[in-house]
C-alpha cells in the first residue's frame, strides 16, 4: 500500500516562512508528478506548485516568488518552502504524487493534509 506522510504544518505570523516535507512509502515502482495544494474553509482545493519528475516547476500565480517547490528522487520526497507568507495562505495543504504501483496502475495518492494557519 501507498501513503503519503506530510510534516511541517504550523502557525506562523505574515511575513514568517514554513517548510513543508512529504515522503511516498510502500510499493511504488516509479513518480512522475509530485506536488501540493491547498483547500481553505469554503473554497475548492487548489494547486500551490507541482514538480515533474524531471524537475519542472509549476506554481500557482499567488505565490510565484514566494513559495519553492523541490524534490529528492531518491527519497521519494516533495518539498516546499514557504516564505513571506500571508493570511491568505491560510490553508489545508494535501500533498499529491502520481505514483506507479505494485499493482502496475497509475494512480494518484493524496496525503492526509497539515494546517497551515498564518495570523499574527
Known amino acids: 500500500q501507498v501513503q503519503l506522510v506530510e510534516s511541517g504544518g504550523g502557525l506562523v505570523q505574515p511575513g514568517g516562512s514554513l517548510r513543508l516535507s512529504c515522503a511516498a512509502s510502500?510499493?511504488?515502482?516509479?513518480?512522475?508528478?509530485m506536488g501540493w495544494y491547498r483547500q481553505a474553509p469554503g473554497k475548492e482545493r487548489e494547486l500551490v506548485a507541482r514538480?515533474?519528475?524531471?524537475?519542472?516547476?509549476t506554481y500557482a500565480d499567488s505565490v510565484k516568488g514566494r513559495f519553492n517547490i523541490s524534490r529528492d528522487s531518491a527519497k521519494k520526497t516533495v518539498y516546499l518552502q514557504m516564505n513571506s507568507l500571508k493570511p491568505e495562505d491560510t490553508a489545508v495543504h494535501y500533498c499529491?504524487?502520481?505514483?506507479?504501483?505494485?499493482?502496475?496502475?497509475?494512480?494518484?495518492?493524496w496525503g492526509q493534509g497539515t494546517q497551515v494557519s498564518v495570523s499574527s
Open positions: 510502500g510499493r511504488i515502482f516509479s513518480i512522475t508528478d
Open positions: 499529491h504524487a502520481h505514483i506507479l504501483n505494485s499493482d502496475y496502475y497509475w494512480r494518484d495518492y
Open positions: 514538480i515533474s519528475s524531471g524537475g519542472t516547476a
